[in-house]
């Protein structure tokens, strides 16, 4: 499972050829979470703060993380992208 970016702890990876629908994986400390790219919706747990961190990334990468979510379907090398700021 490739990490794609890593920031404040926050660990961030996709599966290769992965369930549908477009997500990716969170990690922090022992809290995890699937977030849908597409509408945002998380499944798991995970703190507040730790949590708006990943979604304000998540609307500055949403394209990048399309573009990685296509590759991860067709097995191919996933980009990096730039942590959060």
Request: negative net charge; proline residues 7%.
């Amino acid at each position: 499972m490739p990490q794609i970016s890593f920031f404040y702890g926050i660990y961030i990876w996709m599966n290769f050829s992965d369930h549908q629908p477009p997500h990716f994986h969170a990690w922090y400390g022992d809290y995890k979470v699937i977030v849908n790219i597409k509408d945002g919706i998380v499944k798991g747990e995970m703190p507040g703060r730790a949590l708006r961190m990943i979604l304000e990334w998540l609307e500055e990468h949403r394209a990048e993380l399309m573009n990685n979510w296509e590759k991860s379907q067709k097995g191919e090398p996933l980009d990096k992208i730039e942590p959060l700021k």
